[in-house]
T-cell receptor, first 113, second 112 residues
């Protein structure tokens, strides 16, 4: 069963704390993505990873960094979280970087207080 | 830059009646169009992908693409209450290259 798994599903942090969001996929997809979704703004691309240690900024990378040390695992890190990073974060994966279907995880709802 | 807009913002239909959702895009050279469904507090699932003008059917879901009119639509035949969700249009190709640009979505409610 093809799956993208995100952990945790819900997270509450205080401003200034570090945040680690984790994502795994079992489809051996080369490309993985992190998006955030906010009301009225839709899905915005934060980072894209084309394979292990091959990461590129998306449209809104400021305040975020990523790590991909294994093909099946992609992490999003917020160093010193800010209140405006409260959002729902989605991880996705796809075959190669072309125009293939993106498969999404269930999301992590992050609240930064 | 590619702009993707969806209408209506919300739509209520009765169970069994056809539901029609609209999506307009700004770049007529785009060539990859997908409709996703997002149930509350869940991830996105792809419903139908279409790459050329005309119609593409996947079960009860049919997409219609008219690139000259910068328009792609989704029609849901015999909608059920379980189809109540947010429907997202996503476009890539053309000036946006491989990057998928999403609309904000249409909230569909299906009443029994």
């Amino acid at each position: 069963d093809m799956k993208v798994t995100q952990m945790p599903r819900y997270l509450i942090k205080r401003m200034g704390e570090n945040v680690l969001l984790e994502c795994g996929q079992d489809m051996s997809h080369e490309t993985m993505y992190w998006y955030r979704q906010d009301p009225g703004l839709g899905l915005q691309l934060i980072y894209i990873s084309y394979d292990v240690d091959s990461n590129s900024e998306g449209d809104i990378p400021k305040g975020y960094r990523v790590s991909r040390k294994k093909r099946e695992h992609f992490s999003l890190i917020l160093d010193s979280a800010k209140t405006n990073q409260t959002s729902v974060y989605f991880c996705a994966s796809s075959l190669s970087g072309g125009q293939n279907t993106l498969y999404f995880g269930a999301g992590t709802r992050l609240s930064v207080l | 830059q590619q702009k993707v807009q969806q209408s209506p913002e919300s739509l209520t239909v009765s169970e069994g009646a056809m539901a029609s959702l609209n999506c307009t895009f700004s770049d007529g050279t785009s060539n990859n169009f997908r409709w996703y469904r997002q149930h509350s507090a869940k991830g996105l699932e792809v419903l139908v992908s279409i790459f050329s003008d005309g119609e593409k059917e996947e079960g009860r879901f049919t997409a219609h693409l008219n690139r000259a009119n910068l328009h792609v639509s989704l029609h849901i035949r015999e909608p059920q209450p379980s189809d109540s969700a947010v429907y997202l249009c996503a476009v890539s190709g053309g000036s946006s290259g491989n990057k998928l640009i999403f609309g904000i979505g249409t909230l569909l409610s299906v009443k029994p």
